[in-house]
């Protein structure tokens, strides 16, 4: 089992820049792959972002690739995502979650563990 925390979110202006953090503990965190998914107030949640055991080839939703990233620290057991030029739209839940999944999941059906999220508010 991976206990995954997240942290950083908060209520922020359109146009201003977080950094999220998912802190795990439990299983050998490096051997997971990383993604992060939000869900705003009645909608389904949805992809954002996600990473790769080693740090390679990150992937994006349409809606954030210009503007979001997403690195690890396997040392620290910990995920970052910084979010730059925040939107209104942006406002939502944020999750963390890992799989050992191959490839890009963008499911959150393809995802084993979840943290509880933080929530992030952009007011215009």
């Known amino acids: 089992q991976v206990q995954l925390a997240e942290s950083g979110g908060r209520s922020v202006l359109a146009g201003e820049s977080l950094r999220l953090s998912c802190v795990a503990s439990g299983r050998t965190f490096r051997n997971y792959a990383v993604g992060w998914f939000r869900q705003a107030p009645g909608k389904e949640r949805e992809f954002v972002a996600r990473i790769s055991r080693s740090g390679a080839g990150p992937y994006f939703s349409d809606s954030v690739k210009d503007r979001f990233s997403i690195s690890r620290d396997n040392a620290k057991n910990t995920v970052y995502l910084q979010m730059n030029n925040l939107k209104p739209e942006d406002t939502a839940v944020y999750y963390c979650?890992?799989?050992?999944?191959?490839?890009?999941?963008?499911?959150?059906?393809?995802?084993?563990?979840w943290g509880q999220g933080t929530q992030v508010t952009v007011s215009s």
């Open positions: 979650a890992v799989t050992s999944t191959v490839g890009v999941p963008t499911s959150t059906s393809q995802y084993d563990w």
